[in-house]
């Protein structure tokens, strides 16, 4: 007999940014005023008509456990979408619901996986990534980019990558940290590559309705019939609809692949809530203005952010084309000193940020990016205001 506990699960790290979302809170409960730029969540409210159908739904009664993979009314409306926006064909039972993006992205891990296989991750990365693919048995395997590259794969580089252990390859598109968007050229030739070599793209879209400057969201899956089987599109309703807490998320796959993901959702989870999905059949066919006055105004915060940072010395970002992330180079800050402590690392940037001046910031190590933060503009031009104010004056006491 042994009481020790999983190695696998003890492996795990903690999610970075909730810790540091947690600790800009505890500051600002203890009446510190704290700016944060860490949340990855829309500061919005979800919209009106979206809670009314939330409030519907628990008079009407609609409080007992649906089908394990979603309720056949929220599955229709997903694959309208699908079509709609995606232009991506997925019937009904090729499409699962669950509880968040998380949690989809579990279950396409779980279905896929064996012990030892291989799924690229480029790199910069949002921190979920790596974890998950460990926890299900998976080899997470680094893909660097550059930065003049736009932190984009470059299709060399992803070749000379590819092993016959590699099962996947996880594509996040607009991509948290970096902002960046995929032309479809660029998709393409991954597109290509993963048909000729036979691995599976998993498709993180949750960001698809934030884009700026004109630039096309598109759907790898869309590019051709071959490559729409290897794909495992995945989106939710978090982010465009602000609808965070609620945690709706759905994949578009091969029916073999939802019936797998299906029956391990019904033994781990059972339905995701069904007040939650309800919410989210107005999210999605409801009025949809809510969603453009949200982007336009992470749009007006995301080119105030971006013309602050252009204004500050040691420190850079490209500029982010989708998300809401601005994703700066601090390697320019190592070496300074900040009132006696030498600054060697994003992190120790980010920890006298939050300490000496109340700004919470990411860094980015766990991005796979250690001289990098980023800094959220889902929150309101005061705040944003006021944070970059406080950060022009950290860097230039430096
Ligand atoms: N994918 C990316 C790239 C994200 O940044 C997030 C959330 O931060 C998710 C998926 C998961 O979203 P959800 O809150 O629906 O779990």
């Given at each position: 007999m042994s009481l020790e506990l999983s190695k696998k699960a003890k492996s795990v790290k903690q999610s970075s940014t909730l810790a540091i979302t947690a600790k800009a809170k505890e500051m600002k409960s203890s009446g510190i005023d704290v700016v944060g730029?860490?949340?990855?969540?829309?500061?919005?409210?979800?919209p009106e008509n979206i809670r009314n159908a939330g409030k519907k739904a628990i008079d009407d009664g609609f409080t007992r456990y649906t089908p394990a993979s979603g309720t056949a009314e929220l599955k229709k409306a997903v694959s309208a979408k699908f079509a709609e926006f995606n232009h991506l064909h997925y019937d009904p039972d090729q499409i699962v619901i669950s509880n968040g993006g998380k949690h989809s992205l579990t279950n396409i891990f779980q279905a896929i996986t064996n012990p030892g296989d291989e799924v690229i991750i480029p790199v910069p990365y949002w921190l979920t990534y790596p974890e998950l693919v460990k926890m299900c048995d998976g080899v997470p395997v680094f893909l660097e980019t550059k930065k003049e590259n736009g932190?984009?794969?470059d299709i060399e580089d992803l070749k000379a990558l590819v092993?016959?252990?590699?099962?996947a390859l996880i594509l996040n598109t607009p991509c948290n940290p970096t902002g960046m968007i995929y032309s479809k050229a660029e998709l393409q030739a991954i597109a290509d590559l993963a048909v000729e070599k036979d691995f599976f793209i998993i498709a993180d879209?949750?960001?698809?309705?934030?884009?700026?400057?004109g630039k096309e969201h598109v759907s790898i899956a869309s590019l051709g019939e071959e490559i729409y089987k290897r794909t495992i599109t995945c989106s939710g309703v978090s982010k465009a609809y602000a609808m965070t807490g609620w945690r709706i998320g759905y994949t578009g796959s091969s029916k073999e692949i939802a019936k797998i993901m299906s029956s391990i959702q019904s033994h781990e989870t059972s339905n995701p809530n069904s007040i939650a999905q309800k919410a989210a059949v107005e999210a999605l066919t409801g009025p949809q203005d809510a969603i453009e006055m949200m982007r336009q105004a992470f749009d007006e915060r995301r080119q105030y952010m971006k013309k602050r940072i252009d204004g500050l010395p040691l420190v850079s970002a490209l500029e982010p084309d989708g998300a809401f992330y601005c994703f700066i180079d601090?390697?320019?800050?190592?070496g300074k000193e900040y009132r006696g402590a030498k600054i060697e690392s994003a992190a120790d940037a980010a920890a006298i940020l939050l300490e000496e001046f109340h700004v919470a910031v990411v860094p980015c190590a766990d991005f796979g990016c250690p001289t990098y933060i980023r800094l959220s503009y889902a929150t309101s031009m005061d705040m944003i205001e006021k944070g970059m104010d406080r950060i022009e004056s950290f860097v230039s006491e430096l």
């Open positions: 730029f860490g949340a990855g969540e829309p500061d919005f409210d979800t932190f984009k794969i092993s016959p252990a590699t099962k879209e949750m960001y698809e309705y934030l884009t700026y400057c601090c390697s320019g800050l190592y």
